[in-house]
């Protein structure tokens, strides 16, 4: 969800939002987005900074996504070691 960041992984999560809370929240909206349209009728200081830090988890999501359409150019089976 972008919150509850691992501090090893340097991605930026939503303040106040841990790991526990986020997953809470992802498993009762299903999606990032539907936690984000939902932040309009949370109450608290977990709504305050969900809908203040919407662009912030938008971004935390694009950075931590791994990437598989990317052409590298070069086969990985070419850095495999002989045995």
Known sequence: MGSGRKPTTHIPGVPGVGVKTA???????????????????????????????????RLSRKLARLRTDLELGWNLKSFRVAS
């Open 23 to 57: 997953a809470k929240l992802l498993d009762e909206r299903g999606n990032l987005d539907a936690v984000l349209e939902a932040a309009a009728g949370m109450k608290g200081k977990l709504g305050e900074s969900l809908r203040a830090n919407t662009e912030l988890a």
